[in-house]
């Protein structure tokens, strides 16, 4: 039988350390050489032969084609990338503010629920809470456009009654 072998003392750190910056540069090289092939077929200004040309090129011999797809073309590969960056940020944006104003106007079923709960927590007396309930049965407190002055109609608590 043979003497065990210890695999730390047959790997040292140093070996170690080449080994990922080996597997760090194989990694970053297959990120590079994916980029070119995206950007290849994301350019608008290219014809169709022309994009067939650079990714038989970036094929066939792909250091050789990388390397020079990125000298000739990596000033507008970037300019390409940041474009679509900005356009998906654009297209979040608005997403965001489509979801944030809301599918339409507010019920008055919401409305009443939400001053519930308001009256609930005592933010509100209960005679405020039946001149808002009023607002909200009549009409008047929905459907207001942002920026405009909530229009109150006559309370009937307000009015006076000559008998």
Known sequence: MSAPTYL??????LSAFWTMLWFFLWVLWFILLFRV?????????????AKAGWLVFVVL??????????IARGRGMGKREIAQAR????????????????SGPVSSVDELARLSEIRARGDI????????KELVLSGAGQARQPGTA??????????????
């Open 8 to 13: 730390a003392y047959d790997y040292p750190l």
């Open 37 to 49: 092939i995206f950007d290849v077929f994301r350019d608008d200004d290219m014809s169709g032969w």
């Open 61 to 70: 011999v792909p250091f050789l084609g990388v390397l020079v797809y990125v």
């Open 87 to 102: 356009a998906q940020q654009q297209a979040f944006d608005s997403y965001v503010r489509e979801a944030a104003q809301g």
């Open 125 to 132: 007396t209960d005679e405020e809470f039946r001149r808002a």
């Open 150 to 163: 909530p229009t109150s109609p006559a309370s009937p608590t307000s009015s006076t009654h000559t008998h």
